[in-house]
């Protein structure tokens, strides 16, 4: 028997964390996450695997294992299961958010998911899994144990060692110790986020006690972004607020969402039953007595806080006297847009603290430190870094190479690993695709339209709108010409009137008899004005005929 293991993604990239793990009888997926898109995926709202490739890879696939709720582990869930049907395993509040995602999805009753313990315990064919919790910025994470004939393989998830979980509840080192003990850890693929980081990352704890001061001394309202899964800071935050006699609105669908279902799971409590104050009554409210949660802290742009910052939100507009923070991480990929949306909130007058300069926010991922105290607890024969960047991975290895590690490996997405009688080896790459996805999945963007989207946002489009007779050819009406992206306001009449005597040119040129074929027609004006403007701007818009027979 062999164990064969395949990064589907996060491995190399920043999300759009995936990983199957297949012995030959029975395989499992290790979460399903998405990936906020680039700068050059124009109009894509995120990322995910494209698991089609999963039935050949894996006919057997009896599960899916979910460490926690963050959108890069659970966001692809919903394609997943629309490509196949397999029950997810996951702790309650993992369970219950994906359950969310699922609705928006229309998946919501036919899912089949299964909450575990932290320290569940299960079989799934010839694979038994056994979870264990993690700290992370979200309650209710876990790692896995699976054991199958070639040994005892551990995936950490999103992790660290934090020393004063607000949940009471550590990374379960000691399990890990001994399962290393008495069975011996044949793989250990672990958390590579937070390897530049020499150390140890603060306790979530932190970030709340500096919201308290914030909370404390601002003159105004506070606006806190952050993203709507970060449950622990959400529930830091509603703590915090209260001790300053501040109330809290929350703002954002997923922020209003995820806070509902974690009071109804038990996860989050209320510092009194008061403090939730609907986004539209604050105005009634003094502003010192304000705060407001928030999504947005991405930059998205059309997030609540970007609207806030543009005075185009309904309920909250930024102003003098504002306080802004933005707790999260600067995701790489995002820079340009947070410092936009920073930008406008100083313009607009309030005063903003984010990561660079304030304790506003903390990893929740191990750093250095940690990652040594997690290669040896679990000391395992071979590692095997997962989550991050090329550079990131490689660095984790060296780092559980110098903990004395026998042999590590950095593998990428579609590598593929074998475990056989003990030893790992390399057995070829696998095709791992990409799925882009428009707003709630129902238009999914082609990579093609992807190129399109971006070659139109570099060189423009010119539409040309022409109503031809489909008896005579004559010319009924046009050409009209519109121009996005091509020519500047001054100058641009001159241009587009070239273009139209072009356009009539060429149409007489073809006579009567060609101008009923349309698709002749077409490609005619297109080679004319890719010429014209060609020659006029040198540029090359992207030209579109548009022929109408009448
Ligand atoms: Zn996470
Ligand atoms: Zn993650």
Do not use: W
């Amino acid at each position: 028997m062999t164990l064969r293991v395949v990064p589907m993604g996060g491995l190399g990239e920043i999300g759009l964390n995936s990983m199957l793990f297949d012995d030959g009888d029975s395989a499992v997926l290790v979460d399903a996450g998405l990936m906020f898109p680039d700068d050059t995926m124009l109009g894509v709202d995120y990322v995910v695997p494209d698991f089609t490739a999963l039935r050949d890879l894996a006919p057997h696939l009896k599960a899916l294992l979910l460490t926690h709720g963050h959108e890069d582990h659970i966001g692809a869930v919903p394609f997943l299961l629309k490509e196949l049907d397999i029950p997810v395993y996951g702790t309650r509040l993992t369970l219950g958010l994906l359950r969310n995602r699922l609705e928006e999805h229309g998946l919501g009753g036919k899912a089949r998911l299964f909450p575990i313990a932290r320290d569940g315990r299960f079989r799934l064919g010839s694979l038994d899994v056994e979870a264990f919790p993690v700290c992370h910025s979200i309650p209710d994470g876990v790692g896995y144990v699976l054991r199958c004939a070639e040994g005892v393989f551990v995936h950490t998830g999103d992790f660290k060692l934090d020393p004063s979980p607000l949940d009471g509840v550590p990374t379960a080192l000691e399990r890990l110790r001994a399962i290393a003990r008495t069975e011996g850890v044949t793989a250990l693929f672990s958390d590579s986020t937070n390897v530049e980081h020499e150390g140890v990352s603060p306790p979530e704890r932190f970030v709340g006690e500096a919201l308290e001061e914030i909370f404390g001394q601002a003159p105004g309202r506070v606006i806190v972004a952050m993203f709507s899964s970060n449950i622990h800071r959400i529930q830091e935050a509603l703590r915090a607020a209260a001790s300053c006699g501040r109330r809290v609105a929350l703002c954002g669908k997923s922020m209003v969402r995820n806070v509902g279902t974690a009071i109804e799971l038990g996860y989050m409590t209320l510092p009194h039953p008061g403090i939730l104050v609907p986004v539209e009554e604050t105005a009634d409210l003094a502003d010192r007595t304000v705060s407001v949660l928030t999504t947005g802290s991405q930059g998205e742009p059309r997030s609540a806080l970007t609207l806030m910052a543009l005075g185009e939100h309904k309920h909250v507009k930024i102003r003098e006297g504002d306080t802004a923070v933005l707790s999260s991480k600067f995701i790489p990929g995002n820079e340009r847009a947070i410092a936009s949306v920073i930008n406008r909130l100083f313009l607009a007058g309030a005063d903003v603290l984010y990561e660079k300069i304030s304790e506003v926010h903390v990893s929740g991922h191990g750093s250095r430190d940690e990652l040594r105290a997690m290669i040896r607890a679990a000391s395992p024969r071979h590692f095997i870094p997962v989550h991050g960047e090329p550079r990131l991975l490689i660095r984790h290895r060296k780092l559980a190479e110098e903990a004395g590690v026998p042999h590590s490996e950095v593998a990428l997405n579609g590598d593929v690993l074998e475990f056989s009688g003990g030893a790992m080896s390399r057995a070829g790459k696998v095709e791992v695709g990409r799925r882009f996805v428009d707003g709630k999945g129902v238009g999914d963007v082609e990579s093609l339209v992807l190129k399109d989207r971006f070659h139109l946002s570099q060189v423009g489009l010119v539409m040309v709108v022409v109503a031809l007779s489909s008896t005579t050819g004559e010319l009924l009406y046009g050409p009209d010409i519109v121009t996005r992206g091509v020519v500047t306001e001054s100058g641009s009449e001159a241009l587009v009137e070239g273009a139209r005597e072009e356009v009539l040119r060429t149409l007489e040129e073809a006579g009567a008899g060609a101008r009923t074929d349309s698709s002749e027609m077409q490609t005619d004006i297109r080679r004319a004005l890719r010429r014209y403007f060609n020659k006029r701007l040198e540029r090359k818009p992207v030209i579109v005929p548009v022929l109408l027979e009448l």
